[in-house]
């Protein structure tokens, strides 16, 4: 039987994984498909009850599994915790014992929400692109990154590292999955001021000819930036390093209204996949029934997709997405003025029914 590892976490997590676990469940009732689940902690949970943000049994649970479900990490709870016992580095650590180097965000419009996002419709109404941040290397991993006592007082560092085969295989995937887009790749780096970037471009440059079909183009962190709000779509893939990845793609989100909105699946070369939505674990409406699961949803969507190739099932969950959104059920971060707010679980209901 295929086995799901769900990692619920902090926050809005356990809520809104659990809608996406029944989501799951009812989809594979329908198909005729079977899954067994497996409950594992991770991030702040983990670090109340096992006194680390990453288990070894929890690593052990999500490679022995063939898909793994994440809700969200973090919270101020943990906030004064050391480096190692932080949240994030449960999520990060797990990341990087797979080797899930390719995160991909696809940003994707739905009609009905077009007035809610802050960007004009007639500009975000044709966007339709995929983030693919690079995920395992990085400011997020490069070392030295410490605290210490230099000749002006504390001083702090972090390292952007990357090396050729690194930047090499994200560039693969890009113009791999762009070949199943519009065959257009958008590299984003700062070549002008970064070694690292001038790397990236330079790899780019070097794998373009493998790629004839696929147009290339770089593009500046700073007018990346700037580009997705005057005209988002102008992209298709976007790639780029794991910290311009992070903060581009929560900017993208603004294009569908919420980042309650974005799904994410981070792959690598083998093993599972693991598939969260972008955001984080929202402590301001934790236990509250008020996170929108949709991100989640749609997570669960790629991962039926990706993980266990069941297109047929993962579309059926979008089309169930953008028929509830289209009857108007909305959560409150979606809601416009004087339109009804959903619950959590009301919000799953609608979307299963
Ligand atoms: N579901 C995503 C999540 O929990 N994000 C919180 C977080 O710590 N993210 C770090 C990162 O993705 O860079």
Redesign the pocket.
Known sequence: MKKITVLP?DGI?PEITREAVLLIEETAEKYGNEFTFQYEDIGGAAVDKHGTPLPQHTVDACRESDAIL?????GPKWDKEEASRR??AG??GIRKALKLFANLRPINVYPSLLDSSPVRPEIVKNADLLIIRELTGGL?FGTPRERRTGKYGTEAVDTLYYNEAEIERILRKAFELSRFRSKKVTSVDKANVLESSRLWRETADRLAPEYPDVSLEHMLVDNAAMQLIRDPAQFDVMVTENMFG?ILSDEASMITGSLGMLPSASIGSEGPGLY??????APDIAGENKANPLAAFSSAAMLLKYSFNMAGEAAAIEKAIKTTLDQGYRTQDIAGKGEKVLSTKEMGKAVRS
């Open positions: 976490g997590g994440l809700g969200a990490v973090g949240p994030e999520l990060l997020y992070d969260e939505p972008v955001h984080g674990s």
